[in-house]
Nanobody
């Protein structure tokens, strides 16, 4: 149906930058919402940044002014530019999309997650 594949991530020193990307593939009709979440060890998964269905953006207070979410509708992709990284940003990052997709002559809606990518920020 729909697959989300993430790229980017890795190890960076505090103050550095990383860029995460997420590409969607499959029988996509349209993408309702796009976003990034993260989960640190021992903590619950939390929203980092997202596009709403209306096209506006939401950011967690902890990343405002440092992270930027962007999208390329033609490529069904989204990215998260992370600047001024801090050790507390260390987590597994997941992209998430709510997608309308074709199956035969019908259109369905589903919620999909990327495989997750590790971001580690050293102090």
């Amino acid at each position: 149906q729909v697959q989300l594949v993430e790229s980017g991530g890795g190890l960076v020193q505090a103050g550095g930058s990383l860029r995460l990307s997420c590409a969607a593939s499959g029988n996509i009709f349209s993408i309702n919402t796009m976003g990034w979440y993260r989960q640190a060890p021992g903590k619950e998964r939390e929203l980092v940044a997202a596009f709403t269905s209306g096209g506006s953006t939401n950011y967690a207070d902890s990343v405002k002014g440092r992270f930027i979410i962007s999208r390329d509708n033609a490529k069904n992709s989204q990215s998260l530019q992370m600047n001024s990284l801090k050790p507390e940003d260390t987590a597994v990052y997941y992209c998430n999309e709510n997608v309308k997709y074709y199956r035969g002559i019908y259109v369905y809606t589903g919620d999909y997650w990327g495989q997750g990518t590790q971001v580690t920020v050293s102090s």
